[in-house]
């Protein structure tokens, strides 16, 4: 047997998150069909980096799979033909037997897209956040980004149904930019937990259009309270980026 680790992409816009559901079409299922398929074998199943909402989308999402076949470099041919045109496998290599995509990751990198445009294209409508009439102030977003970098408990900026009771996060880089038609927010960190990026840019969207001050984000983060930090925002802006080993 041996030990494959694939990174996938995928467009989460008709998939019920990532995780495999009870009659739900998700990308975990559309994977192990894929890879049951190939190997004629129900017991072959994936492992992932970790889980993704729905309409959340990836462009480099991690899995690993152990199996018996040596394809060499026809592996991405051979699963790319028995997947939906919504997820494709962008690379896969053979890793040591030891390797494993969840808990072997020491970080990941999520961006966040608004999409400035005074009328949305209707070809990006599932891929950014159309801000509409407003126009945040970046360099506002910016200051109260400083006050996520570093190690903190971020209860304030999960999800109330988060079952992880270690709340505490490295954010190792926050940068909001303006590129082209499109605000984006790159965050780095050792670890997210349930709908963390969102709420944070639900958070500092917030103050980039005067809703709350930059100090505020602070004064959330210390609260350890996840009422303390508002909406969350849509997930349909959110792209797992890349998961590192």
């Not at 026809?74 to 030891?98: F, I, Q, S, T, Y």
């Not at 984000?217 to 303390?228: F, L, P, Q, S």
Request: glycine share 8%; net charge neutral.
């Amino acid at each position: 047997m041996k030990r494959m680790k694939a990174t996938i992409a995928y467009d989460g816009t008709n998939f019920a998150g990532y995780q495999s559901q009870p009659n739900m079409r998700t990308v975990q299922s559309e994977i192990d069909k894929a890879l049951v398929k190939l190997h004629k074998d129900d017991s072959v199943y994936s492992v992932a980096s970790g889980r993704t909402d729905s309409g959340v989308h990836a462009l480099g999402q991690v899995i690993h799979f152990d199996t018996p076949l040596d394809l060499a470099d026809r592996w991405k041919m051979a699963l790319n033909v028995l997947l939906p045109k919504d997820v494709r496998v962008v690379h896969v290599e053979e890793v040591a037997d030891d390797f494993h995509a969840r808990y072997g990751a020491t970080g990941k990198t999520y961006v966040y897209r608004w999409s400035y445009s005074e009328v949305q294209s209707p070809f990006e409508r599932n891929f950014a956040v159309h801000l509409g009439r407003w126009n945040p102030n970046v360099e506002r977003m910016q200051e109260g980004a400083q006050h996520l970098i570093g190690t903190h408990d971020f209860t304030s900026f999960c999800s109330a149904k988060t079952a992880t009771t270690n709340k505490v996060r490295t954010i190792r880089k926050l940068s909001l930019e303006r590129q082209g038609d499109h605000l984006v927010l790159e965050v780095e960190g050792d670890g997210f937990l349930y709908n963390m990026v969102r709420t944070i840019a639900g958070v500092l969207l917030a103050v980039g259009i005067g809703w709350d001050e930059p100090e505020d984000v602070r004064k959330i983060r210390d609260a350890k309270d996840r009422k303390m930090a508002g909406k969350t925002a849509p997930a349909h802006g959110l792209y797992l980026m890349e998961v590192t080993y």
